[in-house]
């Protein structure tokens, strides 16, 4: 069974900086990406950032410049490094599995989500 394992959410100021981390394991997918989402109380959940196992990433608008995303694969785990953080990045932040296909990575450039894992809560306080 695929597991993922999401990690160091906290509480922070604004300007501050969180690194979450996403293990997983037991998946044996070729064509995969590690997704984080985040769901604030009240809204939608959003995709903040992917990591494709080609390497190519995505970022949200909103988070260009000030988050980084990045994989140890020897670890298989992937590491969101968040930086000068604002109250509305407060949320829940999920991890999950997708996998793509080069047919579809135009219209689903992060792939399908195949299993999510638990959410580790992040609060920036003003």
């Known amino acids: 069974d695929v597991q993922l394992q999401a990690s160091g959410g906290g509480l922070v100021q604004a300007g501050g900086s969180l690194r979450l981390s996403c293990a997983a394991s037991?998946?044996?997918?070729?064509?995969?990406?590690i997704n984080w989402f985040r769901q604030a109380p009240g809204k939608e959940r959003e995709g903040v950032s992917c990591?494709?196992?080609?390497?190519?990433?995505y970022y949200l608008d909103s988070v260009k410049g000030r988050f980084t995303i990045s994989s140890d694969n020897a670890k298989n785990t992937v590491y969101l490094q968040m930086n000068n953080l604002r109250p509305e990045d407060s949320a829940v932040y999920y991890c999950?599995?997708?996998?793509?296909?080069?047919?579809?990575?135009?219209?689903?450039?992060?792939?399908?989500?195949?299993?999510w894992g638990q959410g580790t809560l992040v609060t920036v306080s003003s």
């Open positions: 037991g998946f044996a997918f070729d064509d995969y990406a």
């Open positions: 999950a599995i997708a996998t793509w296909t080069k047919e579809t990575s135009h219209i689903m450039y992060c792939g399908q989500i195949r299993s």
């Open positions: 990591i494709r196992s080609d390497g190519s990433t």
